[in-house]
């Protein structure tokens, strides 16, 4: 028990570390997470045995709940309303595209069947909030157009859209599943998540608005069981639980009640040390010796995905808003995997047997998109001229603090003169 805290330690203090250095070497910081997993895992340096999916998986479930809730508690709404409509259709029409033409590609390119094909598309659909909101606070990328927050609100709320349709895709292949209960399964996901966020988001700011918490900190405690309720009631019933999450992280971080700052501070905190976790367990679950086996198809599927899904789909959902070509451009560049695909991956692959090595196939791909995209990213932004100089990106969340300017006047006081110390004062 000693060692493992010991080893807890010094993950956490090289993980705070890697923030450093991640910044002065320009590469985002959560590869270094998944980088220092694979030294410690059984291929790397340390080779500590961890093949535990199952355990994995629980670990990540949760960490995706407060990362999903984060990802609406965090986001000021104010600036994305005018961006609602096309983050919205990004994040569920722009998922399905993208599942669907990466899962024609994986048919005719790497022959695997149909369905399994689509399930290694629906996996990889989303984009990442915690490696895109990353990359554009660390770097201070101030977009025009709005981009931000429609990166933010896209990448926020795409994940459980994918993970709707990696379940619909898993009974497919397990082929238990007929029409009539794929559709009722299609209808519980989204309604239910729906029901269950507004009726949790409601319960939660009426309590927060009457209720006194006798001791500082209480409060933070009641929104972690507010944040666990939102997914576990709707996904007790059927339903997506990190779309409700989502609802209600967004429902309760714009809304005003006492001490919410400090509570989104302790998110934002706390967020980066799940984030820290699980990459770095997702890296400890890796196999780097499998890497070269797959390396090829995984290659392909990236580069399909980063130039040819995402921009398409991005595409035929934003020239109807008139949207700038370079804004385009930069938001389908912008379309970061991450942490999200690689647990539903690992959901995929404890439900069902595949021809291949899904599991490492995504792991590549994402560390592809972190690398490659997550990296140069400051430097499309400025190529393609979508910079804001006079912008803040802060704005779009919600600890930003309007800067207030200071102005230090000096008075003299001559001595001797009577009253001049309370004019003075005046």
Not at 117 to 139: E, P
Not at 159 to 171: A, E, G, Q, R
Request: charged share 10%; hydrophobic share 55%.
């Amino acid at each position: 028990m000693n060692w493992f805290l010991l080893l807890c330690a010094l993950v956490i203090f090289a993980g705070v570390l890697m923030y450093k250095v991640s910044d002065r070497l320009g590469f985002p910081v959560l590869l270094a997470f998944i980088v220092l997993g694979m030294l410690f895992g059984s291929d790397g340096l340390f080779r500590i045995p961890f093949e535990d999916y199952s355990f994995a998986e629980q670990i990540c479930t949760v960490a995706l709940i407060f990362i999903m809730f984060y990802g609406g508690f965090g986001t000021n709404f104010k600036q994305a309303k005018p961006v609602l409509g096309r983050s919205i259709l990004l994040s569920t029409v722009g998922v399905v595209l993208t599942a669907l033409l990466t899962g024609v590609f994986c048919r005719f390119a790497l022959k695997l069947p149909w369905a399994e094909s689509f399930l290694l598309g629906s996996v990889m659909s989303s984009t990442d909030a915690a490696s895109v909101f990353s990359v554009l606070r660390s770097k201070r990328l101030n977009l025009k157009y709005n981009t931000a927050s429609l990166l933010e609100m896209e990448s926020g709320s795409n994940d459980p859209c994918s993970y709707m349709l990696t379940v619909f895709f898993i009974s497919l292949v397990n082929g238990n599943a007929n029409a009539g209960n794929l559709a009722y399964m299609m209808f519980s996901q989204i309604a239910y998540g729906l029901i269950g966020g507004v009726l949790v988001s409601i319960l939660a700011i009426a309590a927060f608005r009457k209720i006194k918490f006798p001791v500082a900190g209480f409060d933070s405690v009641f929104v972690i069981g507010v944040a666990i309720l939102s997914y576990a009631l709707p996904a007790a019933l059927g339903g997506n639980g990190y779309l409700s999450a989502y609802i209600v992280g967004i429902a309760l971080g714009n809304v005003s009640f006492p001490n919410k700052k400090n509570l989104v501070y302790f998110f934002d905190g706390a967020t980066s040390l799940i984030q820290m976790i699980i990459f770095f367990l997702l890296g400890l679950l890796s196999f780097p010796s499998k890497l070269p086996g797959i390396a090829l198809p995984a290659l392909l599927i990236a580069l399909f995905l980063t130039l040819i899904a995402r921009p398409l789909a991005v595409a035929l959902l934003l020239t109807p808003f008139k949207c700038k070509p370079r804004q385009q451009l930069l938001v389908s560049f912008a379309g970061l995997r991450g942490a999200s695909s690689i647990v539903f991956a690992i959901v995929a692959t404890m439900s069902v047997t595949t021809h291949g090595d899904l599991f490492h196939i995504v792991f590549f791909v994402v560390l592809f998109s972190i690398t490659l995209q997550g990296s140069l990213l400051p430097f499309v932004s400025k190529k393609l001229k979508m910079i804001d100089e006079s912008g803040d990106v802060m704005k779009t969340f919600n600890d930003y603090s309007e800067e207030v300017a200071v102005r230090f006047v000096k008075l003299s006081c001559p001595k001797g003169i009577s009253g001049a110390a309370d004019n003075c004062v005046k």
